[in-house]
């Protein structure tokens, strides 16, 4: 069986909602970080997180 990983936020360190395996390859994943409340555009490969964008989640909808 393989192994979930949690992904932390790349800025401040903090657990995330978003597990992933090692084998696992996103692009372009919007991550959502509830403790500094930031979405951050990420690549994701071999658990290795690349930061493309951060922006400030908008208030409301």
Same mark, same amino acid.
């Given at each position: 069986? $393989?192994?979930?990983?949690?992904?932390?936020?790349?800025?401040?360190?903090?657990? @995330?909602r978003?597990? =992933?395996?090692y084998? @696992? =390859? $996103?692009?372009n994943?919007?991550l959502?970080?509830?403790?500094?409340? $930031? @979405?951050?555009?990420?690549? =994701?490969e071999k658990?290795?997180?690349?930061?493309?964008?951060?922006?400030?989640?908008?208030?409301?909808?």
């Amino acid at each position: 069986m $393989l192994e979930k990983y949690w992904i932390k936020c790349p800025i401040c360190n903090g657990k @995330t909602r978003v597990q =992933v395996f090692y084998n @696992t =390859v $996103l692009r372009n994943f919007p991550l959502f970080c509830p403790k500094c409340k $930031l @979405t951050h555009i990420i690549d =994701v490969e071999k658990l290795e997180i690349i930061i493309k964008n951060s922006e400030k989640q908008k208030e409301g909808y």
